[in-house]
């Protein structure tokens, strides 16, 4: 069974790294983080939101089918956040970016990650666990037509020898 995905804005959320947050209100050059930025980066999000909800089911489909793992969650929490310097799985974060299709292959990364079984994660590399995630979005990547040329990490899978009819779990297990 695929989770929900619930894609939030938290101002608090936000609010935890905001550059301003620690800056005395005299110094400060901009508001500290606030529910009306909240409002304005939902905003900013509708096209990115709009994008993912068409192709939700799918793309979590497809990061099941393509790691051979089953779903462990239920229900996933997505925060879009303008203040986080890079997004994160735990708990999901996504920095916004201006580009939507930029943004649906960050979260399918994320996603990769959730999918994963945590103590697979644990005893792997860092390399690894990324190289992995890479190459499960690549793959969905490509099956879901998002055109991603300018991700950088795609780079590292060069070398990576999981056959494409062949699952993450598949290929872990040889």
């Given at each position: 069974?695929?989770?929900?995905?619930?894609?939030?804005?938290?101002?608090?959320?936000?609010?935890?790294?905001?550059?301003?947050?620690?800056?005395?209100?005299?110094?400060?050059?901009?508001?500290?983080?606030?529910?009306?930025?909240?409002?304005?980066?939902?905003?900013?999000?509708?096209?990115?939101?709009?994008?993912?909800?068409?192709?939700?089911?799918?793309?979590?489909?497809?990061?099941?089918?393509?790691?051979?793992?089953?779903?462990?969650?239920?229900?996933?929490?997505?925060?879009?956040?303008?203040?986080?310097?890079?997004?994160?799985?735990?708990?999901?974060?996504?920095?916004?970016?201006?580009?939507a299709d930029e943004m649906i292959l960050v979260l399918i990364h994320e996603l990769v990650h959730r999918n994963i079984p945590a103590d697979l994660q644990e005893n792997a590399s860092d390399s690894e666990r990324e190289?992995?995630?890479?190459?499960?979005?690549?793959?969905?990547?490509?099956?879901?037509?998002?055109?991603?040329?300018?991700?950088?990490?795609?780079?590292?899978?060069?070398?990576?020898?999981?056959?494409?009819?062949?699952?993450?779990?598949?290929?872990?297990?040889?």
């Open positions: 069974m695929i989770p929900a995905i619930s894609l939030k804005i938290s101002w608090v959320h936000n609010l935890m790294f905001d550059k301003n947050r620690y800056i005395p209100k005299k110094e400060r050059l901009e508001e500290k983080y606030n529910p009306e930025k909240g409002k304005a980066l939902l905003d900013k999000s509708r096209s990115f939101i709009t994008q993912f909800e068409v192709c939700r089911d799918r793309i979590l489909s497809l990061i099941e089918k393509r790691t051979g793992f089953d779903w462990q969650e239920k229900e996933i929490d997505v925060y879009i956040s303008d203040t986080v310097p890079n997004s994160y799985e735990e708990p999901l974060t996504l920095k916004f970016r201006d580009n190289m992995w995630a890479d190459a499960i979005t690549k793959e969905v990547c490509d099956e879901i037509g998002l055109v991603c040329c300018d991700y950088p990490y795609f780079e590292n899978i060069t070398g990576f020898k999981k056959e494409k009819s062949q699952t993450l779990k598949e290929f872990i297990e040889d």
